[in-house]
């Protein structure tokens, strides 16, 4: 499998988890500025959308979309537990923190790193982003991990989104249980292989 990722972009979120699996991947990292990858391919042919991260398996068939990508790796290996066997509650609850992720986090940070998004509205992004980190703070007061017992997908994906906050300065630093969620995060092996790996460390 191919794994199509830019350094620090949600793709971070899939990496994580392929390195939690412990499955064979190739990782290859893509200019989507350009639309070509490391090896002068034209990433639309890849993927039409443009965006990572990808996933390519050995026949040339495509995965998109980073909350299906996870739930395919994590499924691959059951045992690592990064998300519940089908029909499991807990399968549900970690499912709904990916979809809240990717449609109340993710995507609220896109236009704070564009140039063309207004600065009253980038404004109210980041009033609206801190207030639901401050909600997540309260939800891991008294966890490990977002999915109670467990490291899951979905711990990869908010690690992914929070370093994010950090970057562009959020107002979150006091949100000592979100921070110590972060730096038990930021302590397992697979996310300092794939930070490595971004060339982010
Ligand atoms: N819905 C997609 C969104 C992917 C996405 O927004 N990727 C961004 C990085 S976080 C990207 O490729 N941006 C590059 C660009 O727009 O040129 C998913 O969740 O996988």
Redesign the pocket.
Known sequence: MKLFF?PG???LSPHIVMLETGLDFTLVR?D??A?ITEQQEDYRRINP??????LQFDDGTVL??????VQYLADLKPDRQLLAPTGTLARYQTLEWLSFI?SEL??G??PL?SDAAPDDYKAVLRQQLEEKFTWIDGELKDKQWLSGLHFSAADAYLF?VMRWAKLLKLNIASLSALEGWFQRVAARPSVIEALEAEGLN
């Open positions: 830019k972009a949600c793709s893509v989507t500025a639309g959308k443009g965006k990572v991260p990808a998109t979309e980073g909350v299906a990508i990717s993710h995507k940070f896109s790193f992914t």
